[in-house]
């Protein structure tokens, strides 16, 4: 199901030169990961546990200035790299 997700997605990137919200990167990527590593259906998940996830990553995002709109800049990708070690050097 995440699959198709992905896909369709792609293909209105694609279509529509349009950038993928931070929530459908967390429902493409990360969701999966998650479910595989702790071997649960998506059931046992609540959404209050990603919502509260999402919400702490923007704040550390948003202080530390590593989010850059932009995502064809290459101080996107850093920015991304460095928010994301940042959080998981705290949260892992």
């Known amino acids: 199901m995440v699959k198709k997700f992905e896909d369709k997605t792609i293909q209105l990137q ?30 046992k998940t609540s959404d209050q546990l990603i919502e509260s996830t999402h919400q702490h990553t923007n704040k550390i995002f948003k202080r530390s200035r590593y989010f850059v709109k932009d995502v064809s800049s290459p101080a996107h990708k850093n920015g991304v790299k460095n928010g994301v070690n940042h959080y998981n050097s705290y949260n892992v």
């Not at 950038?19 to 459908?24: F, G, S, V």
Request: aromatic share 16%; hydrophobic share 35%; net charge positive.
């Open 14 to 43: 694609q279509k529509f030169k349009v950038t993928i919200p931070n929530k459908w990167h967390y429902v493409i990527d990360h969701v999966p990961e998650y479910v595989d590593k702790n071997n649960w259906s998506l059931g």
